[in-house]
């Protein structure tokens, strides 16, 4: 099956722009999507498709994608953003159901 | 509102069995394709089992395939994981994720709180 990548850890200063990238050779057949976490909480889904944001998600969320790599970049990152991060994309063996996720990011705002 | 509320956690012997569910309402069930996403304590998330709509297609990862059974049942509004043959690295967080697409875009846009799955003697 595919596996997606992405740095372990990232930290940013407060109002700064972070980008988070996932790297994987699903992502050149399915566009990624990104999921924040919090401490005890679920995932919620925050960037879908090329660059689509679920309502209520805000603005300052962004993705992109590139042959096999997917972005997730926050621009003016607020102390609420310091979270887990995601990449998903569907799994490129052929079977549309199966899916895989990314080793997650943790973002730190300074 | 749109919801998924997971229940059937609990604490079970290596080797035994549990069955989660996962209760859907605010959407119309049958419409949608479900999974089960798990996380370890401390670990990333991990995709578990995927079922069609109709609960005709159905995949699983291989870390649990012949020991897990998922399936749902449309006129309850429910999702179900059947766990056998249960190892001690299956103790995690279980939620149900709904799937959505959209032009040819996959994502899992509703998800449960979590029933937690623990596994020790």
């Known amino acids: 099956s595919s596996e997606l990548t992405q740095d372990p850890a990232v930290s940013v200063a407060l109002g700064q722009t972070v980008r988070i990238t996932c790297q994987g050779d699903?992502?050149?057949?399915?566009?990624a999507s990104w999921y924040q976490q919090k401490p005890g909480q679920a995932p919620v889904l925050v960037i879908y498709?090329?660059?689509n944001r679920p309502s209520g998600i805000p603005d300052r969320f962004s993705g992109s994608s590139s042959g096999n790599t997917a972005s997730l970049t926050i621009t003016g990152a607020q102390a609420e953003d310091e979270a887990d991060y995601y990449c998903?994309?569907?799994?490129?063996?052929?079977?549309?159901?199966?899916?895989?996720f990314g080793t997650g990011t943790k973002v730190t705002v300074l | 509102e749109v919801q998924l509320v997971e229940s059937g956690g609990g604490l079970v012997q290596p080797g035994g069995s549990l069955r989660l569910s996962c209760a859907a309402s605010?959407?119309?069930?049958?419409?949608?394709?479900m999974n089960w996403v798990r996380q370890a304590p401390g670990k990333g998330l991990e995709w578990v089992s995927y079922?069609?709509?109709?609960?005709?297609?159905?995949y699983y990862a291989d870390s649990v395939k012949g020991r897990f059974t998922i399936s749902r049942d449309n006129a309850k509004n429910s999702l179900y994981l059947q766990m056998n043959s249960l190892r001690a690295e299956d103790t995690a967080v279980y939620y149900c994720?709904?799937?959505?697409?959209?032009?040819?875009?996959?994502?899992?846009?509703?998800w449960g709180k979590g029933t937690t799955v623990t596994v020790s003697s």
């Open positions: 605010g959407f119309t069930f049958s419409s949608y394709e």
């Open positions: 998903n994309s569907r799994d490129s063996s052929g079977n549309m159901g199966v899916y895989v």
């Open positions: 079922i069609s709509s109709s609960g005709s297609t159905i």
């Open positions: 498709g090329k660059n």
């Open positions: 699903s992502l050149r057949s399915y566009y």
């Open positions: 994720a709904r799937d959505d697409e959209r032009d040819y875009y996959y994502y899992m846009d509703v």
